[in-house]
């Protein structure tokens, strides 16, 4: 049919487009057939998990894996909330937080592994299309509040340092609450948007996820229509819940860096430091994956990496965050002995 028009439309402007429209379409069509694999909305019930991997010999090995991380993070996160709202010491800004990113931890990742675990433990890779949004939801709205409380962190870290004298009475309470609440309401609204994004998804390309849960990049690329429009909404969420509350981060450490700077002894300018350094490792390893995962997987042709990335952030950050704080923090090391002697 192209050459059939190449043939008859050599001295026509008007026929050059037409051709140049039909060879547009030709591989639009291509990328997504209007046959039996791609499948109208109201006909789709289920998905299928792929997961990282499909050899069946790796499966129960991924199976010990994912549990032995998943009891290590749980336990952790919950030893750090028991230790920080048993022990006075720790009744403070910092520790607020530090308990409220260790729930939304055990949030999160509650919210993926199990179904894995399952479908490993049943041979089956089968999610249904309302278990698959509620899953999307449920993990948007605890990965956004996990970077909305490390955000709240650093200016927690940007009062104690830059404004020492005026500490409690900047972070008091009150204020504390409400950075929590307003972190909550962020990510709601977050996660209503991207299902909202999914829902105005008409046709799919396939019904076959390349990760362990319904990673909302990838189901927007299974997306056979109005690719491009996705693609700008989700760098335009990326940007707006990704690089606002990073440009604060950003801000927050050039302040406190300078300040620290100012400090004459070298043993102050350590301590000031040190209270910095669980919370900065945190942050890039969070954030770092994070971005790659999200914002790359509009570019990338390789799904299956993506999956496997996904794992540093979804399961790794979580499970690392206990012993971050815990092995780096004299104050929860001590709240922990004074734990351990006190149930001796």
């Given at each position: 049919?192209?050459?059939?028009?190449?043939?008859?439309?050599?001295?026509?402007?008007?026929?050059?487009?037409?051709?140049f429209?039909?060879?547009?379409?030709?591989?639009?069509?291509?990328?997504?057939p209007?046959?039996?694999?791609?499948?109208?909305?109201?006909?789709?019930?289920?998905?299928?998990?792929?997961?990282?991997?499909?050899?069946?010999?790796?499966?129960?090995?991924?199976?010990?894996?994912?549990?032995?991380?998943?009891?290590?993070?749980?336990?952790?996160n919950?030893?750090i909330?028991?230790?920080?709202?048993?022990?006075?010491h720790?009744?403070?800004?910092?520790?607020?937080?530090?308990?409220n990113?260790s729930?939304?931890?055990?949030?999160?990742?509650?919210?993926?592994?199990p179904?894995?675990?399952?479908?490993?433990?049943t041979?089956?890779?089968?999610?249904?299309?309302?278990?698959?949004?509620?899953?999307?939801s449920?993990?948007?709205?605890f990965?956004?509040?996990?970077?909305?409380i490390?955000?709240a962190m650093?200016?927690?870290?940007?009062?104690a340092?830059?404004?020492?004298?005026?500490?409690?009475?900047?972070?008091?309470?009150?204020?504390?609450?409400?950075?929590?609440?307003?972190?909550?309401?962020?990510?709601?609204?977050?996660s209503?948007?991207?299902?909202?994004?999914?829902?105005?998804?008409?046709?799919?390309?396939?019904?076959?996820?390349?990760?362990?849960?319904?990673?909302?990049?990838?189901?927007?690329n299974?997306?056979?229509?109005?690719?491009?429009?996705?693609?700008?909404?989700?760098?335009?969420?990326?940007?707006?819940?990704?690089?606002?509350?990073?440009?604060?981060?950003?801000?927050s450490?050039?302040?406190?860096?300078?300040?620290?700077?100012?400090?004459?002894?070298?043993?102050g300018?350590?301590?000031?430091?040190?209270?910095?350094g669980?919370?900065?490792?945190?942050?890039?390893?969070?954030?770092?994956?994070?971005?790659?995962?999200?914002?790359?997987?509009?570019?990338?042709?390789?799904?299956?990496?993506?999956?496997?990335?996904?794992?540093?952030?979804?399961?790794?950050?979580?499970?690392?965050?206990?012993?971050?704080?815990?092995?780096?923090?004299?104050?929860?090391?001590?709240?922990?002995?004074?734990?351990?002697?006190?149930?001796?």
């Amino acid at each position: 049919m192209s050459s059939f028009l190449v043939k008859n439309c050599t001295e026509s402007e008007g026929c050059l487009l037409i051709y140049f429209f039909f060879s547009y379409s030709l591989f639009f069509f291509k990328r997504c057939p209007r046959n039996t694999e791609t499948q109208n909305l109201t006909s789709i019930s289920q998905f299928y998990l792929l997961g990282l991997s499909e050899d069946p010999e790796l499966q129960p090995l991924l199976f010990g894996l994912f549990l032995c991380m998943y009891l290590v993070t749980v336990l952790g996160n919950l030893l750090i909330i028991l230790t920080v709202n048993s022990d006075s010491h720790l009744h403070t800004p910092m520790y607020f937080f530090l308990s409220n990113l260790s729930l939304s931890d055990i949030c999160s990742i509650s919210t993926t592994v199990p179904k894995m675990l399952r479908n490993i433990q049943t041979h089956s890779s089968i999610i249904s299309y309302v278990s698959c949004l509620t899953q999307m939801s449920l993990f948007t709205i605890f990965g956004c509040m996990d970077y909305m409380i490390l955000t709240a962190m650093a200016y927690d870290r940007y009062v104690a340092i830059c404004h020492p004298l005026y500490y409690l009475v900047i972070m008091n309470p009150r204020l504390c609450g409400f950075l929590i609440l307003v972190s909550f309401l962020f990510s709601l609204l977050g996660s209503q948007l991207h299902i909202l994004m999914i829902l105005q998804i008409t046709n799919f390309k396939d019904v076959e996820i390349f990760s362990f849960f319904c990673d909302p990049s990838q189901l927007l690329n299974l997306s056979c229509t109005d690719i491009l429009s996705n693609n700008i909404v989700q760098y335009v969420l990326g940007a707006f819940y990704g690089l606002f509350p990073f440009s604060g981060i950003l801000f927050s450490y050039y302040k406190i860096v300078s300040s620290i700077l100012r400090i004459p002894s070298s043993g102050g300018k350590y301590k000031a430091f040190s209270t910095c350094g669980s919370h900065l490792a945190v942050v890039c390893l969070f954030l770092g994956t994070g971005f790659w995962v999200y914002l790359g997987s509009t570019v990338s042709h390789s799904p299956r990496k993506g999956a496997v990335a996904s794992v540093m952030y979804t399961v790794v950050t979580p499970m690392l965050n206990p012993f971050i704080y815990s092995l780096r923090n004299r104050d929860i090391k001590g709240a922990l002995r004074r734990l351990h002697s006190r149930n001796a």
